[in-house]
């Protein structure tokens, strides 16, 4: 039961206090219970999120509509356990601007790569313009070759030979990026904290070590350049006042709020953070 509830926020990490690494533990105990009693049909619909994000989008202009129906998620919940009063997440048409660069390693001038995971992808492609025009007008040139998702659900559903094979994919594709001098930058906290911590765990290797040191939060490097004097402060003014909570994976990656050191540049914008909650 334990197992089934855990949800990889990572809290119980943050309160021991002999700062053990449980949500390691946790996942390597789903994957041991996966491989003895297999998983069910709920746990390998969502550890292959992506592949079926993938065939939504395509078939969207039907599967969006079947989705909202009521009498489709009783279907679902019979068939996996999903609650059918959870509305499942819409899937959008894929960003393609310009700006989403298909780039190959070379010489940098400042320059890094892009993962935009499922939530960017395929559910609100949007965010993955607007973090690229964040940061091209920024001049940071961006860079996102074919990379697979971070590869989470997975891991959570105790698929890991799936979480190990996406963890080297996308290793083998960021190592010469990486060597070139790029950081690899995310919009989802997931995805970083996948990159910065777990995929070590499932390959244990230099290029993996090298990947995690060059993660970091959109917001995490938005404030590196901030430090360093080479952040835009907005023109306009934004008489407003926004609460933001934090992540329970921007908690993991222990670096503070780097979001509201950000927005505390725009004119006129409060921004209140809420500590209550994951």
Request: charged share 25%.
């Amino acid at each position: 039961r334990v197992l089934e509830m855990c949800i990889g926020c990572g809290s119980c990490r943050r309160e021991c206090p002999s700062h053990m690494d449980i949500p390691k533990l946790m996942l390597d105990a789903k994957a041991a219970w996966a491989r003895r009693h297999g998983r069910g049909l709920d746990e390998w619909l969502l550890s292959n999120a992506e592949r079926l994000s993938k065939i939504n989008q395509s078939f969207r202009a039907i599967a969006v509509p079947v989705m909202r129906m009521k009498a489709s998620r009783k279907l679902l919940e019979a068939a996996t356990g999903i609650d059918a009063r959870r509305e499942m997440p819409p899937v959008h048409a894929p960003a393609q601007p310009r700006r989403l660069l298909e780039g190959t390693a070379g010489e940098p001038r400042t320059s890094v790569v892009y993962l935009a995971d499922i939530y960017a992808r395929y559910n609100d492609p949007s965010l993955a313009v607007a973090a690229v025009e964040v940061l091209e007008h920024n001049g940071v040139e961006v860079v996102q070759p074919p990379l697979r998702a971070a590869g989470v659900p997975s891991m959570i559903y105790g698929d890991s030979k799936g979480a190990r094979r996406d963890a080297q994919y996308n290793i083998d594709l960021l190592t010469e990026h990486v060597e070139a001098g790029r950081l690899i930058v995310s919009t989802e906290p997931t995805a970083t904290l996948a990159l910065r911590e777990r995929y070590v765990d499932y390959v244990p290797t230099d290029a993996a070590r090298r990947v995690a040191r060059n993660a970091r939060d959109l917001f995490e490097f938005l404030r590196e350049r901030m430090r360093a004097s080479l952040l835009r402060t907005p023109e306009a003014e934004l008489p407003a006042r926004a609460a933001y909570h934090t992540p329970c994976h921007v908690k993991c990656l222990e670096n503070g709020r780097p979001a509201v050191d950000v927005l505390g540049i725009v004119r006129q914008l409060t921004v209140e953070a809420i500590d209550e909650g994951c």
